[in-house]
């Protein structure tokens, strides 16, 4: 079953405390720069992601992206 | 040709121990000559405490000690690098080991998840410099920064070649010292195995019983300065960092050299740079770590190169042997045992080893005037490195 938007967007909620993220700043529309997260968060997330969802998202589909949901998409288009 | 070497003073001390938080909580504890609890390990208070989550996730337990005692530092120093020139300002810190939590937690990672699960961060948390690059960015440091790892010797050393950088005018301050979290399964189980931890579960230098030292925590960080810098920004100078001298036994690889011939090399160079004949040293803090081979092999170099030789007292007895962090706190003890007149004790020496037969101030803290300080470190791997201090 391919995972939807929502699904993507609680898994990151339910990970972003322990960045030191508020859940309730984690939007689509938000950027990693406002949530002051970095490609090292990303990736983070990624494994998060993979572990947990089963989806493994390729190097080149995490380039560029700016929002989380730019994240959340490259997620959905893989899972 | 005369020596031109530019003055170096500490202006700011800094350290988390196994004392608890800051520079008061240690000097009470080892005025008070308090011993630690029966045991092979003291750890220090939780650094998370004064990090922010963010601060926290990114660094291993020996940076966050390092991160937590360099603001103390800074802070004592009253400094705003924001006023300075930061391609002036560079740090110079060390560890004996580097992440060993993040070592040992992330092989457990990956051998229950794979390969793919372990974490990004893991090279930048290990990494014996990140504490480095913690203290460079947290206070935006943009001059020279080294890492120094020279196991038990690298708070002295990292005191020493920052001392070399500000003398030579390759900077105007650095912030200096090192840190050390090795209280892992991993690490004790290795110190255990080799014999190097104490069996008793008791830090006693220089007593017959020892048998081994007990693994402490924490971080010691000092603020070096040019003596000029320091008068141009009107800071208060604790002391001057009069002399640095260092060595290897090139003997065996975790054993001291019987005849202390490094150590004695790394003592003498260090009172021939400050300009300090022995007998003009108030108080020697030990490097005193309640190994058998340590404890008389010291005894032996002090008797060799002092006629008599002043008080003596061993800041492992109090706090463990803090290991890459040892050298950097005792340094902040010099500094407090300069500015009160006042030497701590050396703890739990109740029944002397014959051959250690020097004055160890082993009946509580002792007031005597200190304008001169001897500070031993000696590593793992041979490596000696020793400090003179001088009261401003």
Redesign the interface.
Known sequence: MAVTQEAVLDKIKEIVPKFGVDPTDVTLEATLEDLDMDSLDVVEIMQAIEDDLGVRVPDEDLEGLATMGDTIAAVVKNG | MTDQRREVVITGIGAVTPAGFGVDALWARALAGESLPHGDVAVGPDPTEKL???ES??LDRFARYALVAAREAVEDAGLDFAALDSTRCGAVVGTGIGGFETIDTNIEIMRE?GD??V???TV?MLMPNAALAAITKDFGLHGPGHCVVTACATGNHSLGEAKRMIEYGFADLVVAGSAEAANRPLATAAFRAMGAMTSKGMSCPFDSRRDGFVMGEGAGIVILESAEHAAARGARAYATLAGYGASNDAFHLVQPDPEATGAMAAMRKALAEAGVAPGEVDYINAHGTSTPYNDLSETKAVKEIFDSPPPISSTKSLLGHMMGAAGSVEAVICVLSMRDNKAHPTVNLDEPDPECDLDYIADGAREIEINTVLSNSFGFGGHNACLVFQAK
């Open positions: 922010t989550i963010k996730r990114r998840k793919r699960q974490p990004a961060t930048p």
